[in-house]
């Protein structure tokens, strides 16, 4: 599973990039065409009311689609501030993703990998590769998690007709690794690595049920994280809600009227005690000082974050957590 920056703000750019209306260039000539065999006057007043359409709509749907607004919110759903943002991908971000599926489709499930590409702004793109284990049951996958005890698990799931889900493990704090291929292609850098099971530890777990109807999927997904910023981006038009999820502290529950974002649930608890690993992400940049390279590795994780992600009722996905 290829993690890019991270499953929220990987699922929100795609959300971002593919919703929106766009204007269609060849309309006008569709329109202007379907006016042949009228008189010729009508026909020229046709045409030029037809185009004059044509161009406002382009225009409105030009303005609506270049930008969109989105809210930050806390666990109370109140607004924290507003920004509005493109609603296009940039180009660069389109071939980073083809970059990025190229180099990351290739890992083994029993590897590791970290991409990354610096892009003209300033900014930089990553994505992951984490070692996973996948499942075909949900038996199976809870046999593999019963020792797991500082991670939530369902306690509940809907019926579905096709169950997939996989966990991720990182690299322990001590443990050792080998790297397996290391390039860099102007401002894009790839590492696959790879470490034995004695030194992995489970990270995080996604879940992944549906039927039929393509608004009748459930996405679970759970990770180790350092802490809960507290802080959710939503879409203008979505209303955020605080929630009660058993064994929780705090949940957002995040209702869409947009069928490309769908509803989501965001949940957040501390560890009993703090968790210790490698960073992978460390690996794309140079050790500054090698004395100090135990730390300079090392990501502290002190809490669990769960979201859900589903075109179901919102109910339903409170009582994946909360039982029957």
Same mark, same amino acid.
């Not at 389109?94 to 900014?123: N, P, W």
């Given at each position: 599973?290829?993690?890019?920056?991270?499953p929220?703000m990987?699922?929100?750019?795609?959300?971002?990039?593919?919703?929106?209306?766009?204007g269609?260039?060849?309309?006008?000539?569709?329109?202007?065409?379907?006016?042949?065999?009228?008189?010729?006057?009508?026909?020229?007043?046709?045409?030029?009311?037809?185009?004059?359409?044509?161009?406002?709509?382009?225009?409105?749907?030009?303005?609506?689609?270049?930008t969109?607004?989105?809210?930050?919110?806390?666990?109370?759903?109140?607004?924290?501030?507003?920004?509005?943002?493109?609603?296009?991908?940039?180009? $660069?971000?389109?071939?980073?993703? @083809?970059?990025?599926?190229?180099?990351?489709?290739? /890992? !083994?499930?029993? &590897?590791? *990998?970290?991409?990354?590409?610096?892009?003209?702004?300033?900014?930089?793109?990553?994505?992951?590769?984490?070692?996973?284990?996948?499942?075909?049951s949900?038996?199976?996958?809870?046999?593999?998690?019963?020792?797991?005890?500082?991670?939530?698990?369902?306690?509940?799931?809907?019926?579905?007709k096709?169950?997939?889900?996989?966990?991720?493990?990182?690299?322990?704090?001590?443990?050792?690794?080998e790297?397996?291929?290391?390039?860099?292609?102007?401002?894009?850098?790839f590492?696959?690595f790879?470490?034995?099971?004695?030194?992995?530890?489970?990270?995080?777990?996604?879940?992944?049920l549906?039927?039929?109807?393509?608004?009748?999927?459930? $996405?679970i997904?759970?990770?180790? @994280?350092?802490?809960d910023?507290?802080?959710?981006? /939503? !879409?203008?038009? &979505?209303? *955020?809600?605080?929630?009660?999820?058993?064994?929780?502290?705090e949940?957002l529950?995040?209702?869409?009227s947009?069928p490309?974002?769908?509803?989501?649930?965001?949940?957040?608890?501390?560890?009993?005690?703090?968790m210790r690993?490698?960073?992978?992400?460390?690996?794309?940049?140079?050790?500054p000082?090698?004395?100090?390279?135990?730390?300079?590795?090392?990501?502290?994780?002190?809490?669990?974050?769960?979201?859900?992600?589903?075109?179901?009722?919102?109910?339903?996905?409170?009582k994946?957590?909360?039982?029957?």
């Amino acid at each position: 599973m290829s993690r890019k920056i991270s499953p929220e703000m990987f699922r929100e750019s795609l959300d971002r990039c593919s919703s929106g209306v766009h204007g269609d260039p060849f309309l006008a000539g569709r329109i202007i065409a379907s006016g042949k065999g009228e008189r010729k006057m009508k026909r020229k007043m046709f045409t030029s009311f037809a185009l004059a359409l044509v161009i406002l709509f382009a225009l409105a749907a030009a303005a609506y689609s270049a930008t969109v607004i989105y809210r930050t919110v806390n666990y109370q759903g109140e607004t924290l501030e507003t920004t509005e943002e493109p609603r296009e991908y940039p180009d $660069e971000a389109r071939d980073y993703d @083809a970059l990025c599926d190229e180099l990351i489709g290739s /890992v !083994q499930d029993s &590897e590791c *990998a970290i991409f990354s590409l610096k892009m003209s702004t300033g900014s930089e793109m990553t994505s992951e590769h984490k070692k996973q284990v996948r499942f075909g049951s949900w038996e199976e996958f809870t046999k593999f998690m019963a020792d797991v005890d500082y991670m939530s698990v369902p306690a509940w799931l809907p019926e579905y007709k096709t169950f997939s889900a996989r966990i991720e493990m990182d690299l322990k704090d001590g443990g050792q690794y080998e790297v397996l291929e290391n390039r860099v292609e102007g401002p894009a850098v790839f590492r696959r690595f790879s470490f034995d099971d004695a030194d992995a530890v489970i990270t995080g777990y996604e879940i992944y049920l549906d039927e039929d109807d393509e608004d009748s999927f459930v $996405e679970i997904e759970s990770c180790l @994280a350092y802490k809960d910023s507290g802080r959710f981006t /939503v !879409q203008e038009n &979505e209303k *955020a809600e605080p929630v009660t999820v058993k064994g929780m502290p705090e949940a957002l529950l995040v209702r869409s009227s947009n069928p490309q974002t769908r509803n989501r649930l965001y949940t957040y608890k501390e560890l009993a005690g703090e968790m210790r690993v490698k960073d992978p992400h460390c690996l794309l940049q140079e050790v500054p000082d090698a004395s100090n390279r135990e730390s300079f590795y090392t990501k502290v994780c002190a809490g669990e974050e769960i979201r859900v992600f589903s075109g179901r009722d919102p109910e339903i996905m409170l009582k994946i957590f909360n039982g029957e």
